[in-house]
């Protein structure tokens, strides 16, 4: 079993920076693949990002591209995403979540998830 926890959400302004952190403990995520997910009142969980298990390959989706980096570090067994240029639209619940080896952009897809930290951007 894995244990995620999520940190580091909070208001802050558009225009603004917070950095998420995903701390994962029960197990070593080292051959784990990670990505973080938002869900906003009324939406459905999206794909934000994701890393491979050895944080060769990262992929986003097309709204944060260019203003969000997430970066892995196994020997703490946590991973972050790093949110810049944050916009209104980026006001959600972000999750943390872990599956194993191979990198994946689906909720279905992932097995162990995180209970998710609040990000509100505020215009």
């Known amino acids: 079993q894995v244990q995620l926890v999520e940190s580091g959400g909070g208001l802050v302004q558009a225009g603004g920076s917070l950095r998420l952190s995903c701390a994962a403990s029960g197990r070593t995520l080292t051959y784990s693949a990670m990505g973080w997910f938002r869900q906003a009142p009324g939406k459905e969980r999206e794909f934000v990002a994701a890393?491979?298990?050895?944080?060769?390959?990262?992929y986003y989706a097309d709204p944060v591209k260019g203003r969000f980096t997430i970066f892995r570090d196994n020997a703490r067994n946590t991973v972050y995403l790093q949110m810049n240029s944050l916009k209104p639209e980026d006001t959600a619940v972000y999750y943390c979540?872990?599956?194993?080896?191979?990198?994946?952009?689906?909720?279905?897809?992932?097995?162990?998830w995180g209970q998710g930290t609040q990000v509100t951007v505020s215009s």
């Open positions: 890393i491979t298990w050895n944080g060769g390959s990262t």
């Open positions: 979540a872990a599956r194993p080896y191979t990198i994946a952009t689906t909720p279905d897809e992932f097995s162990y």
